[in-house]
């Protein structure tokens, strides 16, 4: 190790020969030492030895600048914050303003074009700054705790592969709002203080509330109420909104007058067009008079939609099934609840009679009315003309 001052004495030839040595020694060791050379000049080395760092004097030469460990460590390297437009670390090919800087104390940032990208947080926040996030088809993104046992994964495609909940500030900034799943694939929007929860789409036009403590479930769209689903199951519709099924109107039947719901729960549009009709015949007049064997009854209603005090008019559909089974509703499909509480729609082994098509009586009921036309024609014809003799 030495040190000098850099500047030759005049002297004997032996003692300006030493100085030289010293001076030459000086700057082969990089005037390594335990403190500082006592002489500095801007630019000049100094490799500290209490430290083990290699330092370099700044161009004023009023301090240091450590470079890097002595061992070839970089642990130590020290440069300058930057900005986004000039970072102290850049890239050659890129342009001095394409690279890292630290926009503030314990912050790391990245720049690109001069403009910051990417930032680490004093906090551990990680904010990207415009642009996408973009995950090719080995990507995965992680959120993890520290033993990796809990995390959010965005892969291609994006997949959550544990538990999770997050919690969501409300407007106020408190954490009501929070979104959970539970392993078994249900995905639930809860709050804390069991006020309001919503789904939306990020402005007022469409969302999805649950209203909490009535348990109602319900769909708005402009601020507007459309669609209800109460706490017992009932869904309703907004009055003055049509009922759009897809593919209703391509789906057909003979079941109904205009519109039918099949008993697997799908809805239908009835046709009467010759373009839906096959092995088309007449009416045999048999038929037609068979409906005057169906019995007129009066009864009350056991429906949970009716009022239980009023009477109806109407006929008992397992009669007229024995009747006429064309004249029947039939039912050939069930609800049933499984085990684990899904409900599944299946075929029934016998249809069972479910209701009277009464708009089935109107053929035969014209049928009658032409015939008795005719038998009233012949009788009045038969009548003018004993009338007559």
Known sequence: MAQADYIVSNGTGAAVRSDINGQLAAIVSNNSGATSPATTYAYQWWADTTTNTLKLRNSANSAWIELRQ??????????DNGTAA????????????????????DAVDIS????????????????????????????????????????????????????????????????????????????????????????????????????????HFKVTTEGTERMRITSIGEVK?????????????????????????????????STSSRRWKTSI???????ADNILNCRPVW?????????????????????????DPRLVFWKTHDTVKEEDGKQIVVELK??????VQYDRFVPHLLNLIKRQKDQIEAMEARLTALEAA
Do not use: C, H, M
């Not at 002595?70 to 020290?78: A, C, K, N, R």
């Not at 990207?128 to 088809?137: D, K, R």
């Open 70 to 79: 002595l061992d070839g460590d970089f642990t130590t390297v020290s440069v």
């Open 281 to 287: 015949e007449d009416l045999q007049p048999e038929y």
């Open 237 to 269: 519709l907004n009055t003055g909104v049509p009922i759009i099924v897809p593919y209703a109107y391509a789906t057909t039947t003979a079941s109904a007058a205009n519109a039918f719901i099949g008993t697997d729960g799908n809805i239908f549009r």
């Open 350 to 355: 016998e249809p069972l009679a479910e209701g």
């Open 299 to 323: 009864y009350r209603s056991t429906s949970n939609k009716d009022n239980p005090d009023w009477g109806y008019w109407g006929f008992i559909a397992e009669e007229v099934a024995e009747i």
């Open 86 to 105: 000039a970072p102290s670390i850049y890239f050659n090919a890129s342009g001095t303003d394409t690279g890292i800087f630290s926009s503030g104390t």
């Open 112 to 215: 690109t074009a001069g403009t910051r990208r990417f930032g680490i947080a004093s906090g551990g926040d990680i904010t990207v700054f415009g642009g996408n996030v973009t995950l090719n088809a080995q990507g995965d993104l992680r959120f993890a705790d520290s033993d990796s046992s809990n995390f959010i994964a965005l892969q291609a495609p994006a997949t959550i592969s544990s538990n999770v909940t997050l919690t969501l500030p409300s407007a106020d900034g408190s954490n009501g709002q929070v979104l959970t799943t539970n392993g078994s694939g249900t995905l639930s929007f809860t709050s804390a203080g069991g006020t309001s929860d919503k789904i939306s789409e990020g402005n007022t036009e469409a969302e999805v509330v649950d209203t909490g403590s009535d348990g």
